[in-house]
């Protein structure tokens, strides 16, 4: 922790802060997990047609990220994160008043806009911009945000939703953006100066090139595509389990409250990955973390199959939780050796598109494979496969700014 603490210690410190609590914004969309039972029975909604909010919100996400990238490089992360927060609240105090489906449909469009504009692609760039020596350690640092806000939300939403309702809740979280995470962000977070130059990292050999590819000169690379494709995957992957995990160790025997831990220790071991990950990216090449990484993912989708073994199941939980959080942090620091820093924020967005087709096919691929089988052991096989086929892919990855 020697490297955190000697980058706190210098002009990146506030802003590393700054970063992290936008981050806690994300947590915000916990709520919703949370307080599901008590929309549903206000509406008399079925929970299909509440879950299929995940649409529009990962649409909105899609459609965001590039926009978000763009206008980061553009006008800077604190004015992009400002306004994220300001929709966000917004879009809160909305839902608090809605009374159709339609209405929370839309709203969920603007909610996963709002979490794009707190989220990885400005932390990321802003991040990368400052720190160069300690990078992996400092990303990881700030993305543990949205692991603190996900602990933090919860607690607050069903404490004022079981004393009030479900609205009054959501106005009391849309009230912490504003007074919280608003005035934190706008006070701390910059860009570093035209003369700024980061600390070397010992580690890392030295760029050909500070100015790096823009997104045009990007696009024609086969390392933009191999991740996109990796991205696609892995949220396939990712969210296609964690949307079924809880019903899956359900069906096999576990009690609700045990599958509901299992889910809640998966994230919480998400934490020591993203810092874990960011000490190890720092003292290997960032390309090896990022194999070894998915390496463990892959054995971890294998060990999925096994789960109905108590024996079995804290070693996926642990592997599982890790890694799916590691790679949060590995994506930025491979974004940027792959392209540079300077259009990072830009490139990364239009990469994050992968999360719509990923992100909705793997939920859709499980679900379907459930009720046709009765049984997820299918879905999660072909899961396991995938996860072998990325690291293969991944060994592609390289700096195209030597090529």
């Known amino acids: 922790m020697n490297e955190l603490l000697r980058v706190f210690r210098g002009p990146a410190g506030p802003v590393l802060l700054g970063c992290l609590v936008a981050q806690m914004g994300l947590g915000c969309v916990y709520f919703f997990g949370v307080t599901l039972r008590y929309i549903v029975k206000d509406f008399d909604w079925s929970v299909t047609a509440f879950a299929a909010s995940t649409f529009p919100l990962l649409l909105g996400y899609a459609i965001g990220s590039p926009v978000v990238g763009t206008l980061t490089d553009r006008f800077g992360g604190k004015r992009v994160m400002s306004v994220a927060a300001l929709l966000l609240a917004a879009t809160f105090v909305g839902i608090a008043r809605m009374e159709t489906l339609f209405e929370f449909y839309m709203l969920s469009l603007a909610l996963g806009i709002a979490l794009v504009g707190l989220g990885d692609i400005p932390v990321a760039a802003i991040t990368s911009r400052w720190v160069k020596r300690g990078r992996g350690l400092a990303l990881g640092f700030v993305y543990t945000g ?46 570093p100066p035209v003369d700024f130059v980061p600390e070397a990292d010992p580690h890392e050999p ?22 996109f494709a990796a991205l696609v995957l892995f949220y396939f992957y990712y969210l296609g389990v964690n949307h079924h995990l809880a019903n899956h160790l359900a069906e096999i025997g576990y009690s609700d409250g045990k599958a509901a831990a299992s889910f809640a220790g998966a994230a919480f071991v998400g934490i020591a990955g993203k810092l874990a990950i960011g000490l190890l990216a720092d003292r290997i090449a960032h390309k090896k973390a990022l194999l070894l990484n998915f390496g463990v993912m892959a054995a971890a989708s294998g060990l999925l ?53 990923g992100g909705t096919l793997g939920p859709l691929f499980a679900a379907r494979v459930f009720d046709e089988l009765g049984s997820y052991q299918s879905a999660f096989a072909i899961f396991a496969l995938l996860n072998l086929v990325t690291v293969v892919m991944l060994l592609a990855v390289r700096d195209e700014r030597v090529n």
């Open 206 to 227: 030295e760029a050909p090139s500070d100015d790096g590819l823009d997104l045009a000169a990007a696009v024609r690379t086969r390392s933009f595509w191999v991740l």
């Open 146 to 191: 949205s692991n603190l806000g996900g602990t933090v939300v919860p607690l607050i939403a069903v404490g004022v939703a079981t004393r009030t309702s479900w609205r009054d809740a959501l106005i009391a979280i849309a009230g912490l953006v504003v007074v919280m995470i608003l005035p934190v962000v706008w006070l701390t977070v910059r860009e």
């Open 305 to 357: 199959l096994g789960v109905a073994s108590p024996a079995l199941l804290p070693f996926f939980l642990i592997a599982h939780g890790f890694t799916v959080a590691a790679e949060n942090v590995l994506l930025p620091l491979i974004v940027a050796d792959c392209f540079g820093v300077r259009h990072m924020a830009q490139i990364y967005g239009v990469l994050m598109i992968a999360l719509f087709p």
